[in-house]
């Protein structure tokens, strides 16, 4: 008995995460995880920031995660602290970001009585996490924290949420952490199949015309040494999915931009005429493939990833490799031979200058313009985190990305909102770097609140809002699609957002005019504290390339030839 040590569950909570080497944790408190808070001073290692709504913590962890390759942390009371988590947890799910969320749960004697702020969060997260818990017994907290972290961070990365009862974390009780864990029926694939391996290496040989679609699964597994290195020992083209952006240095001679709904026309064109398609750490979704059996229909595919569920799912392909990429990389690396495609190089180049990204030659300010600019003056270095919408997508397509995990962004879920906690994460994930949040003035407004936190933490976040008035993708569909009938996305209500930041103690800057973007920027950058640009952009501009949804690289729509291009 000597040996044992006796905690309450709130201890072993915080013990429990130290172990875990949690230093950040997002959240706010309420009746249900207040016997959590109150021990928290008793563990100065961990840092909890308080943010102002629930939806926050989940996307600044979020955040938090992909800015550092360590599982994001928040905490929620009951009912709607739970409820309020969901949007991040699912952003979290869609988009492979490993996630503990730590819920105050009604006491035992109280569960599925209806009592006040009691909801089945096990329940309603049960499809967008890759696990959850109620905890049942004081014993547990520790051996189901260790599985948690564990189910999070391994194999395909994912949220899972860990819900303890009010009680539980009062009760005292014996406090053990397993060092080591065997959790059954969850045992990530880790080896390679080397005849599958094989079998990729013959088709690489065979190929004339091969591209690389690398995806999120290169960041997540840093492989990004190893990307470059088939790359470039093949001479094979890589091109990026959205959240693959910054995996790839786009400075590099074999790089070809990204492909999709809003990606750039001769990406699409590329994969199009590609006779051999590498898709590694990516899931072939619909606003990649359009219609799927119309896609890269000339192409063999080699598609890797550690997930089997997604090999398959969408895209037929000729080799299936199940495993992280960083490992399935390394053995084509050792199983190919250096080979050129100087003929398919020729041909790819000749396709980029038949079909540009353009820019307006325009004295109105328009959002690509300010983008390019941003480029610039950061001299792309930057760490670039936006919201969902046109905005993100110019951001994609104007700053680009020479340096490794700098794009932080919502991808499946499309969950407006993430631009101002998400900012808030990579910032405290990465404090000594630049962090610019290109937001849009609709999804900013939905947490703007998070305002607060930046400012109470003095956090040196950057904001360029593109501010049309709009919500900007939306109206362009029904511009599109709709013959202009715009109901319910012009916005009449925008704050002033100088104002609002000048509210929260943040300096506010008005832009109004081309002339003004680059010294707006800069000022920016001198300020040692938190900046918010606000950037009146023409309301009507739309975001080209553009394919409608299902449809196909045919019916790809390109800048309207009658804007002057330069």
């Known amino acids: 008995m000597n040996n044992e040590i006796i905690k309450n569950g709130s201890q072993m909570v915080c013990e429990s995460l130290i172990k875990e080497n949690v230093d950040h944790i997002f959240g706010i408190p309420g009746g249900a995880i207040l016997p959590l808070y109150q021990v928290l001073p008793e563990y100065p290692q961990l840092n909890h920031i308080l943010v102002r709504h629930e939806q926050g913590a989940a996307h600044a962890a979020d955040a938090y995660a992909r800015a550092t390759g360590k599982a994001g942390v928040a905490f929620a009371t009951s009912g709607p602290g739970t409820t309020n988590l969901v949007t991040g947890i699912a952003t979290a799910q869609m988009d492979s970001v490993p996630l503990v969320a730590i819920t105050g749960q009604v006491g035992r004697p109280a569960i599925g009585t209806d009592a006040f702020q009691e909801t089945d969060i096990t329940g309603i997260t049960l499809p967008i996490t890759k696990h959850n818990y109620l905890v049942m017994e004081t014993k547990d907290i520790g051996s189901i924290i260790k599985e948690a972290f564990h189910i999070a961070t391994t194999g395909r990365p994912g949220p899972v949420l860990v819900d303890i009862p009010k009680d539980i974390l009062q009760e005292d009780g014996i406090f053990e952490y397993p060092q080591n864990i065997d959790i059954r029926g969850y045992k990530p694939n880790i080896a390679v199949n080397q005849k599958q391996i094989k079998k990729a290496s013959i088709l690489i040989k065979e190929a004339k015309r091969p591209v690389i679609l690398a995806g999120h699964g290169i960041k997540i597994s840093n492989a990004y040494q190893e990307l470059l290195s088939l790359a470039e020992k093949c001479q094979i083209p890589v091109i990026n999915t959205l959240l693959g952006l910054s995996s790839f240095p786009a400075n590099h001679y074999l790089y070809y931009g990204w492909p999709g709904m809003h990606g750039m026309a001769y990406s699409n064109l590329i994969l199009d005429q590609a006779d051999l398609i590498i898709a590694v750490g990516m899931r072939f979704d619909d606003r990649i493939t359009g219609n799927p059996e119309k896609f890269a229909v000339s192409a063999k595919k080699i598609h890797i990833d550690i997930d089997p569920s997604e090999v398959g799912k969408i895209i037929q392909v000729d080799v299936p490799i199940v495993s992280d990429a960083k490992t399935a990389l390394k053995e084509l690396i050792t199983n190919v031979k250096d080979k050129e495609h100087s003929e398919w190089l020729i041909q790819i180049d000749r396709i980029k200058n038949n079909h540009p990204l ?13 983008i390019k600019e941003l480029h610039e003056i950061t001299e792309g270095k930057a760490i670039i985190v936006t919201g969902v919408g046109q905005h993100q997508m110019w951001a994609a397509q104007h700053y680009t990305f020479n340096e490794k995990n700098k794009l932080i962004t919502s991808g499946g879920a499309g969950a407006m909102g993430f631009e101002v906690p998400g900012a808030l994460g990579a910032q405290v994930g990465r404090p000594d770097e630049m962090v610019w949040s290109i937001a849009g003035d609709g999804g900013f407004m939905m947490t703007m609140t998070e305002l607060a936190t930046i400012a109470e933490n003095k956090l040196p976040i950057k904001f360029a809002i593109i501010n049309n008035g709009f919500l900007g993708m939306v109206r362009q569909w029904q511009e599109l699609f709709y013959e202009k009938s715009y109901v319910s996305t012009s916005y009449n209500g925008i704050p002033d957002f100088v104002k609002l930041a000048e509210a929260f103690g943040i300096l506010g800057i008005k832009v109004t005019d081309k002339k003004q973007v680059k010294s707006a920027i800069q000022d920016a950058i001198d300020h040692d504290g938190p900046v918010l640009i606000d950037f009146i952009v023409e309301s009507e501009e ?18 309207p030839t009658s804007q002057e291009i330069k």
């Open 358 to 370: 353009k820019l307006r030659d325009t004295q109105k300010l328009i959002p690509q313009y300010i």
């Open 542 to 559: 739309n975001v080209y390339p553009m394919i409608p949804s299902g449809a196909t690289v045919e019916d790809m729509m390109e800048e």
